[in-house]
């Protein structure tokens, strides 16, 4: 049995906000993982005074087993995992071009265009509401590497070990508030966690605009 951690992700964010203490009012920006991450990336905002912007990350699933992971992107990177057999190229192909497409879309919803020339220089903080695999955040992070930062950081309310680890080698920093087993279902980690909608998505865009028009 779980005794919940986080009441809901803005409690979640207002905890993380305390691991990101020292980077409050600086320079540095919040790269938020829609859709769930960007409420995260909301709160963050909001306690720390920081920007924020959204780059949107597709995972590539196994023609074998759709509940697997083989890989994620995001509309400038793509990383693979070693998955012990030949993944067929046309499934490859029509796959990534399919979800290049819709990853287009969403760039153009959550206003991408550009937000990654913004990153060269700064302290770049990578934001989800969860990791269990890291699959998601290993695109943005490649994303976020070609950008030149000064520095990287994963930071998320809840995040598996193996995951923290994996994440540890391309970022500076890896920072969350609590641990989860990747067999875990996150929901027993919050007491509220329901899925987010595209209509909640532009709610919380809406509250970020007037701060950081």
């Known amino acids: 049995m779980i005794n919940p951690v986080f009441e809901d992700r803005r409690h979640a964010a207002f905890l993380l906000a305390d691991k990101l203490s020292e980077y409050r009012g ?50 400038e990177s793509v990383i693979m995992h070693d998955v012990g057999y030949d993944v067929p190229q046309n499934y490859l192909a029509q796959r ?23 990153l060269k220089g700064r302290t770049v903080i990578v934001v989800d509401d969860f990791v269990r695999t890291g699959d998601s955040v290993r695109a943005i992070l490649l994303d ?52 987010l909608t595209v209509n909640d998505a532009r709610r919380l865009l809406g509250e970020l605009q007037p701060r950081f028009p």
């Open 144 to 195: 976020v590497a070609n950008a030149n930062p000064a520095r990287i950081v994963v930071a998320a309310p809840l995040i598996s070990w193996p995951a923290a680890m994996e994440l540890s080698s391309s970022a500076d920093d890896v920072l969350y508030c609590q641990l989860m087993r990747q067999e875990d279902p996150v929901e027993a980690y919050y007491r509220q966690f329901e899925k």
């Open 96 to 118: 990534l071009n399919r979800l290049k497409a819709q990853l287009s879309a969403e760039e153009t919803f959550y206003n991408t265009f550009g937000a990654r020339d913004g």
């Open 26 to 75: 600086t320079d540095a920006i919040v790269v938020a993982i829609p859709k769930g991450g960007l409420e995260i990336a909301s709160e963050l905002s909001r306690l720390l005074d920081l920007e924020v912007v959204a780059i949107p990350c597709k995972k590539l699933r196994d023609p074998a087993d759709p509940y697997r992971s083989i890989g994620s992107l995001t509309t």
